[in-house]
């Protein structure tokens, strides 16, 4: 179809239809203001919804003038508040599977572990399978860590193939992977037959001294851990992760141990103040955190 249009009004036409897409694009961006998923509910929610193994939760989208595509807007958000998990610690990955390994089970394979991940929503939500793949090299290689990594289990040997642990490089072809307890493998090496046992004395196997000295007591170990770390507000969600794998998932290791948190935000606005919709952006998302109105507020000094 052939319009009579001038050069002049054809590049104000395509003009205006590209200044139309632009507003078309940043409307939608502006609607879409909340990331739906799903976690796992709390003791209210499981006896108003039985039967349901899940609790839809919600975050609010700040994507102001539509300045970021949909999927930049919803990843800066759920990676910043720590709902999504880019980097996993080897502890936090350990904690994680602990209370649903089976007792019976001597190793997992790495693609059931993947599948347990994507599956259920009480355990921590990764960016990838690159991310757990990462957490489980890290959890190999930590000296303190009850595991190993074998490429295969022959059945037929009842044997590992290819155990790896702690001095390692980069793992490959990690899917066909087993993930093992230590003690499985260290099992195996002794009925095959290396049942040597260590002596106390001076080492050449013959009895133990009698006129050693008397053992040193004991140092008491500290009972309480406290800490006051400031947070950058730009990467709160990735350092408070790195805390909670680094210090909150090895403190809880302890049985009978307990954790008590308190964060404390101080928000100062310019001298004009903060503006109406940054101040009905923080309420709501207050409201989604279930916050009280006694514990957060906007104050006029």
């Not at 991310?131 to 295969?152: E, H, N, W």
């Not at 948190?261 to 955190?289: F, H, M, S």
Request: negative net charge.
């Amino acid at each position: 179809m052939k319009h009579n249009l001038t050069e002049s009004q054809a590049e104000d036409a395509k003009s205006q239809a590209s200044r139309s897409l632009e507003a078309l694009r940043q409307s939608v961006r502006d609607a879409w203001v909340q990331v739906l998923y799903p976690a796992s509910p709390d003791d209210s929610e499981s006896d108003s919804q039985s039967g349901s193994g899940y609790a839809m939760r919600s975050t609010r989208i700040v994507n102001r003038g539509g300045a970021k595509s949909i999927p930049q807007a919803v990843w800066d958000k759920v990676s910043a508040d720590g709902t999504l998990i880019e980097e996993m610690g080897p502890s936090n990955l350990q904690q994680s599977l602990e209370p649903i390994w089976p007792e019976d089970r001597q190793h997992l394979a790495v693609s059931e572990i993947r599948d347990w991940f994507a599956s259920y929503v009480y355990l921590p939500r990764l960016r990838d399978e690159a991310t757990l793949d990462g957490a489980i090299q890290r959890l190999v290689s930590d000296l303190a860590a009850p595991y190993v990594f074998a490429s295969g289990f022959d059945e037929e040997k009842n044997d590992y193939v290819g155990v790896i642990d702690q001095k390692i490089g980069v793992l490959h072809n990690m899917e066909d992977g087993l993930l093992v307890r230590g003690d499985a493998v260290r099992k195996e090496g002794a009925e095959d037959g290396d049942t040597s046992e260590s002596v106390p004395g001076d080492g050449s196997g013959g009895q133990p001294e009698d006129n050693q000295e008397d053992p040193v007591p004991p140092k008491p170990k500290p009972k309480r851990f406290f800490a006051s770390i400031p947070i950058e507000s730009e990467r709160a969600g990735l350092e408070v992760a790195r805390i909670m794998d680094g210090l909150l998932v090895e403190l809880t290791r302890t049985k009978g141990s307990t954790l008590r948190l308190t964060l404390e935000i101080e928000g100062a606005a310019a001298e004009q103040g903060y503006p109406e919709d940054v101040v009905e952006t923080v309420k709501a998302n207050a409201r989604d955190l279930k916050l009280g109105k006694d514990s957060c507020g906007f104050e006029q000094d």
